[in-house]
């Protein structure tokens, strides 16, 4: 079974956003949010959340990328208090970035996107920009879930800041944030006139309700702490909410249902972060049974393949629903990996994943611009897709 640590901890994918130093790229600056304390849209520590924004150019001025940065979830007084002290839970930690993958300003790398406004919005609730409550901390202090006011303010100012005059506008984000794009795509689809070509790109937010090894729905129970521990429901599916039980509503199989924006999902059969920590979690198995293969897939023998390609199953199972859906996409690969659009390497590379001969960058940017009938792909069970480098984040 997960730890909270487990669970609390980003990625080293998530991580890379951050920490990356290209040669050459840009440092994007952090900007606090204006009157946040005013608005009661802060980080977990009471302190200003934070975006980078970097301005269009030329043909991409008016043209705007909204991308909601990931980073798993808290559930209890103790992981949001140990969050606090961590740029996933206050501002006071975070720092300048560099811009990869679908935020890239090279246009050799990124040819379709490269000279728009482009915003990574920084994560600090650790709801996925989603409650709205308050809790005291063991020492006394505030604990603030604010992920929805911090939505609704940043998207605020930002509109103030040129994004209500968008001619173009995309909503991603990557794991945590890939599930907050679906959460926000309707309010952020509705927020622009009919004209304005408005859509949504999860990547890597397919989270999954299955049973881990040990026969136990971990991410249904973990959803529903978080869920009524930062008081999340305002931004779940009304209809769902009549029907489902209301933890149920936060998992994208049920969130698709109802979005009326344009989607493309972008995620893995074989999301390694989900098989390490909802499939194959610590203490869901015996001894280190399940540690080599759980590590690299190329250390599963044929019987956890098997147990995997039950895993995969749910998956495309999941997004079935969206297949008829008109201007809706899938790019749904068999790589071990998590998270493919802010990385270089997995975005548009010698190394990146390829399905239907394209890239993601090259599927996306056909997608959002319409350049083909339909890019709604699924790949074979692995190991069929050569294309599928070890070399890719985990």
Not at 107 to 134: H, I, P
């Amino acid at each position: 079974m997960a730890t909270s640590s487990e669970l609390r901890s980003t990625s080293s994918l998530t991580l890379l956003l951050l920490a990356a130093v290209a040669h050459g790229a840009e440092l994007v600056e952090l900007t606090l949010l204006t009157g946040a304390q005013e608005k009661g849209a802060v980080c977990l520590d009471g302190t200003p959340p934070g975006y980078h924004l970097q301005r269009g150019f030329g043909s991409g001025t008016h043209s705007w990328l909204i991308y909601l940065q990931g980073g798993a979830w808290c559930n209890t007084i103790e992981s949001c208090s140990l969050r606090k002290l961590t740029p996933y839970g206050s501002s006071k930690f975070m720092e300048a970035v560099v811009f990869n993958g679908i935020l890239s300003n090279d246009k050799q790398l990124n040819s379709d996107f490269y000279n728009w406004n482009k915003v990574v919005l920084r994560y600090c609730d650790g709801a996925s920009f989603s409650g709205d409550a308050e809790a005291q901390d063991k020492d006394g202090s505030t604990l603030y879930f604010r992920g929805l006011r911090i939505w609704d303010a940043v998207v605020d100012e930002l509109m103030g800041k040129g994004l209500a005059g968008a001619q173009q506008a995309l909503l991603s984000g990557c794991s945590a944030g890939g599930l907050a794009t679906l959460l926000h795509c309707n309010d952020f689809h509705a927020r622009f006139p009919e004209e304005v070509s408005a859509k949504c790109l999860p990547d890597a937010g397919f989270f999954l309700d299955i049973k881990d090894l040990s026969g136990e729905r971990y991410m249904l129970s973990f959803f529903d702490e978080v869920f009524f521990f930062e008081n999340v429901r305002e931004v779940l599916p009304k209809d769902c909410l009549a029907e489902k039980n209301r933890t149920e509503c936060f998992f994208a199989a049920e969130l698709v249902k109802s979005i009326d924006a344009p989607t493309l999902i972008v995620n893995s059969a074989y999301d390694s972060w989900q098989i390490q920590n909802v499939l194959a979690p610590s203490g869901s198995y015996p001894a280190d049974s399940w540690s080599s293969c759980k590590a690299d897939i190329r250390n599963c023998n044929s019987t956890q393949t098997q147990v995997l390609n039950g895993f995969r199953k749910k998956l495309v199972d999941d997004v079935e629903v969206v297949t008829d859906k008109k201007g809706w996409g899938l790019f749904i690969d068999s790589c071990f990996t998590h998270c493919q659009t802010p990385y270089n390497i997995s975005w548009n590379s010698p190394a990146s994943p390829e399905l239907g001969n394209k890239t993601v960058a090259e599927a996306v940017g056909d997608w959002y611009f319409e350049r083909s009938q339909q890019v709604k792909e699924i790949d074979c069970e692995y190991p069929c897709n050569p294309t599928c480098s070890s070399q890719l984040p985990r």
